[in-house]
């Protein structure tokens, strides 16, 4: 598969409502532009809006239970009336066990819907591997938002998850937290990953478009 690009949009006032459209946009016209994949998973108010105009939108996170009395749950039948294409799922900011990721992502995988789990390190993506996910990406919490690369900072953590997860099975490998500069992404990939995910470098960048188009060249 080719290398991808996934972005999260978080709750930033920045990514929300007719701003969080632009980034959407500002995706759809990367990967159009270089032929990248670059997933993108907005807020949940807009999702809906999101999906109707670019394909590649997945949900921040997903519950396991099946729609019915389960207040403040997203179902994934929810996101998927929404037209999301997936959903990350155990993103460090929302973790959940690990009977409901295994639920989860078996959900997903039955609604025809694609599924990104989020993992602290090698030895939990080898655990969790066995779920058969679509993607893993390996996030250690503390480099999460800080602006220091675990390619850079941690490259063992990825070339790690890398190994490890292969002696489970084919799952992609992506790594997250802190990516910040292109070089950050060429580095995952030489380190053996098939992507990236990130957040607020993009959200929160002078020039998202630009950076977005950076980073995708350095793949494409």
Do not use: W
């Not at 090698?122 to 999460?144: D, G, M, R």
């Amino acid at each position: 598969m080719k290398p991808i690009i996934a972005l999260n949009l978080k709750t930033y006032p920045e990514s929300l409502g007719r701003k969080g459209h632009a980034l959407v946009q500002i995706a759809k016209g990367v990967s159009r532009e270089t032929g990248v994949r670059v997933i993108v998973a907005p807020q949940f108010v807009d999702l809906t809006d999101a999906a109707g105009f670019y394909k590649d939108v997945f949900a921040q996170h997903v519950d396991f239970e099946e729609p019915g009395a389960h207040t403040g749950t997203v179902s994934v039948e929810s996101i998927h009336a929404a037209g999301c294409a997936g959903s990350l799922v155990n993103h460090s900011e929302r973790r959940i066990g690990d009977a409901a990721i295994g639920s989860a992502v078996a959900r997903l995988r039955d609604c025809r819907l694609e599924s990104m789990l989020c993992t602290k390190d090698a030895a939990e993506s080898a655990i969790l591997a066995k779920f058969k996910p679509t993607f893993i990406a390996v996030e250690p919490p503390e480099l999460i938002g800080s602006g220091i690369s675990v390619s850079t900072a941690k490259p063992d953590v990825v070339s790690g998850t890398v190994d490890a997860v292969a002696e489970v099975n084919k799952t992609p490998v992506l790594c997250g937290a802190g990516v910040t500069t292109p070089g950050d992404v060429r580095r995952a990939i030489e380190l053996g990953a098939k992507g990236v995910l990130l957040a607020s470098a993009f959200i929160k960048s002078p020039d998202p478009k630009k950076l977005l188009l950076e980073m995708a060249e350095e793949i494409g």
